[in-house]
C-alpha cells in the first residue's frame, strides 16, 4: 500500500519553479563546452561516454548528437553557442518525470521486481531510496544484490536499497557500467531473476537497459548516452537534471512529485 506523505508533493508548476531556482534545471552549472566535449567524445567512439550502451556507427555526428539532447534535454540547439552557459528544460525534466511515474505505477501493479542503483550518491541517493521505500510498501520486492561482488577496483555493495560503488570505505561517484554488470552477472551465476525494472543513472541505467532490461535513468546535460538510448528505446526513461547541486535535499520536491505521479504516497 502507498506510504504517507512527509510533505504535500508539489504542483507541476511549483516543482518547475524550484528545479530553476535550485539549478537542478534551467540555468544549470554544467557549462557549455564541457557539454559539446562530451557529445564529440560520444561522437567518436569513446566508450566511456557510451554508459554500457552499444551505438556501434549510428551516432558518429556531434551535430546529430546535439540535436537530441537540445530535443530531450532542453541544450542550447545552435552549433554555433560554444561557450558560456548552457541549460535544461525544467518543463522536459518534469514530463521526463510524469512518464518515470507512469513505469513506477505499472511496477507497483505488477509486483514488479525492482533493482535501485547510482553512481551519485551525494546527489541522488535519497531519490533511489526514497522511490525503493514506496515500492516495497505497494508490495514490489526490492533486489537484493548478491554479496562479494566487485568491479572497478571496487566493492558494488547496497545501503538503504540502493547498489552503489565502494572504495576505501568511501561511496564512489561513477559513471562506469561495470558494477552493474557485476551485479547482473552475480544474479544470473547464483540462479536468482533479472529484475523486472532497474532506477538508477548513467551507466548503471545504460548497462540495464544494454542487457535488455527496463530502465530508468537520471542524466545529466554532459551524458547524452541515455538520451540517445531513449531516442533508440534502449532505455524506458531518461530524466535531465544536474545530477549534483549544492544540497541534496534539493531534490526532496523531485521526488515527492514524482512518488505523487505514480500513486505511490497517501
Not at 126 to 132: E, K, L, Q
Request: hydrophobic letters at 40%; aromatic letters at 6%; a negative charge.
Amino acid at each position: 500500500m502507498p506510504i504517507a506523505s512527509a510533505a504535500p508533493a508539489p504542483t507541476r508548476a511549483e516543482l518547475v519553479d524550484h528545479l530553476v531556482r535550485t539549478r537542478i534545471a534551467g540555468e544549470v552549472a554544467t557549462p557549455r563546452e564541457n557539454n559539446l566535449t562530451h557529445y564529440r567524445r560520444l561522437a567518436n567512439g569513446d566508450p566511456y561516454y557510451w554508459f554500457g550502451l552499444e551505438f556501434g556507427d549510428r551516432w558518429t555526428d556531434e551535430q546529430d548528437v546535439l540535436a537530441v539532447m537540445a530535443e530531450r534535454c532542453g541544450v542550447n540547439d545552435d552549433p554555433h553557442h560554444r561557450q558560456g552557459q548552457d541549460t535544461i528544460d525544467p518543463e522536459l525534466t518534469v514530463d521526463a518525470l510524469d512518464r518515470a511515474a507512469a513505469v513506477l505505477r505499472k511496477a507497483a501493479a505488477d509486483r514488479q521486481r525492482v533493482l535501485f542503483a547510482t553512481g551519485h550518491p551525494g546527489g541522488l541517493l535519497d531519490v533511489h531510496r526514497a522511490t525503493a521505500e514506496a515500492l516495497r510498501a505497494a508490495d514490489c520486492e526490492i533486489v537484493v544484490i548478491p554479496d562479494g561482488l566487485r568491479a572497478d577496483d571496487g566493492m558494488v555493495f547496497q545501503f538503504g536499497d540502493v547498489a552503489m560503488l565502494e572504495r576505501g570505505a568511501t561511496l564512489w561517484h561513477t559513471h562506469s557500467p561495470e558494477p552493474m554488470a557485476a551485479i547482473l552477472d552475480g544474479l544470473e551465476r547464483d540462479g536468482r531473476p533479472l529484475p523486472d525494472l532497474v532506477m538508477a543513472d548513467h551507466g548503471w541505467a545504460g548497462c540495464a537497459g544494454q542487457h535488455g532490461l527496463d530502465a530508468v535513468g537520471f542524466a545529466d546535460s554532459n551524458d547524452p548516452a541515455l538520451f540517445l538510448a531513449e531516442a533508440e528505446g534502449t532505455v524506458r526513461v531518461t530524466i535531465p537534471l544536474d545530477d549534483h547541486v549544492l544540497s541534496p535535499r534539493h531534490y526532496d520536491p523531485l521526488t515527492a512529485y514524482l512518488l505523487d505521479a505514480a500513486g505511490l504516497v497517501g
